[in-house]
Antibody, heavy 118, light 107 residues
Framework: EVQLVESGGGLVQPGRSLKLSCLAS????????MNWIRQAPGKGLEWVAS????????YYADTVKGRFTISRDNAKNTLYLQMTSLRSEDTALYYC???????????WGQGTLVTVSS | DIQMTQSPSSMSASLGDTVTITCLAS??????LSWYQQKPGKSPKLMIY???NLEDGVPSRFSGSRSGSDYSLTINSLGYDDEGIYHC?????????FGSGTKLEIK
């Protein structure tokens, strides 16, 4: 069974940094592209970043480019999102999701909440 | 960036009804479209991929279709379990984008 478990969320002040993790199990992590998607309270879904299986290809939403870094450690079956220069508008539930086939999101974690506030 | 215009933003329907939710793509995305169902406090669940392909385990009451740049999710014989927010998503190109969501309430 595919499982994705996010962690690392919390309350952080504007301008500070936070690093999210997503521990994957139930599949060969190194074979799949992975993604971060967020959802602000009461709002829709927003794609944040994607990384290919070998980290060769990385993409970011314009809203986070230059501030967030997606990475992965295939030996540890873990996906990361390093977030810097956090803003109030980054407040959201952050989901990690796995591709299947093309870039649709077949599997989702339960999310980790990031709150940016002073 | 590809914009996905989803409608309606909310709707209410009765048990047994048939409803249709639509997403209009701002440019050609082929069949690179998926639909997700999200219940309160839960993660989104994949329902349809490739515009028309039903995900394993999803009831056949759900179907996806395409007409040009218009993509539709149709739910037949509505049940209480169908209540939630439905999101469309294009994965034709980066940046990947979602529709704004449709909240479906069962009366």
């Amino acid at each position: 069974e595919v499982q994705l478990v996010e962690s690392g969320g919390g309350l952080v002040q504007p301008g500070r940094s936070l690093k999210l993790s997503c521990l994957a199990s139930g599949f060969t992590f190194s074979n799949y592209g992975m993604n971060w998607i967020r959802q602000a309270p009461g709002k829709g879904l927003e794609w944040v970043a994607s990384i290919s299986s070998s980290s060769s290809y990385i993409y970011y939403a314009d809203t986070v480019k230059g501030r967030f870094t997606i990475s992965r450690d295939n030996a540890k079956n873990t996906l990361y999102l390093q977030m810097t220069s956090l803003r109030s508008e980054d407040t959201a539930l952050y989901y990690c999701a796995r591709h299947r086939g093309a870039n649709w999101f077949a599997y989702w974690g339960q999310g980790t909440l990031v709150t940016v506030s002073s | 960036d590809i914009q996905m215009t989803q409608s309606p933003s909310s709707m209410s329907a009765s048990l047994g009804d048939t409803v249709t939710i639509t997403c209009l793509a701002s440019q050609d995305i082929g069949n690179y479209l998926s639909w997700y169902q999200q219940k309160p406090g839960k993660s989104p669940k994949l329902m349809i991929y490739g515009a028309t392909n039903l995900e394993d385990g999803v009831p056949s009451r759900f179907s996806g279709s395409r007409s040009g740049s218009d993509y539709s999710l149709t739910i037949n014989s509505l049940g209480y379990d169908d209540e939630g927010i439905y999101h469309c998503h294009q994965y034709y190109e980066y940046p990947l984008t979602f529709g704004s969501g449709t909240k479906l309430e069962i009366k």
